[in-house]
């Protein structure tokens, strides 16, 4: 079985993951795409603690798809 990584297949890494709860609108989209990741609170999205930055496939869609851009990631620490 392989390790866990936080290489996504298609080589990109994600060092970290922010929400900005100021643009975000609480659709709720990103909590559906990666629950490991982002939940909600108080009708905004939140970056749970300690996020599995394994999931970087899902993470990178999850910033493309939302609908204010206020996920962020970057790839280097
Ligand atoms: S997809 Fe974007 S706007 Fe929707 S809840 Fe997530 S961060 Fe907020």
Do not use: H, W, Y
Not at 13 to 21: D, G, R
């Amino acid at each position: 079985m392989e390790g866990v990584t936080s290489e996504a297949p298609g080589g990109e890494p994600i060092a970290a993951v922010t929400v900005n709860a100021r643009t975000c609108i609480g659709c709720g989209r990103c909590v559906g795409t990666v629950p490991e990741v982002f939940r909600m609170r108080k009708g905004k999205s939140q970056v749970r603690e300690g996020p599995d930055l394994a999931q970087a496939d899902a993470i990178l869609q999850a910033e493309r798809q939302c609908p204010s851009k206020s996920i962020r990631t970057s790839k280097t620490p």
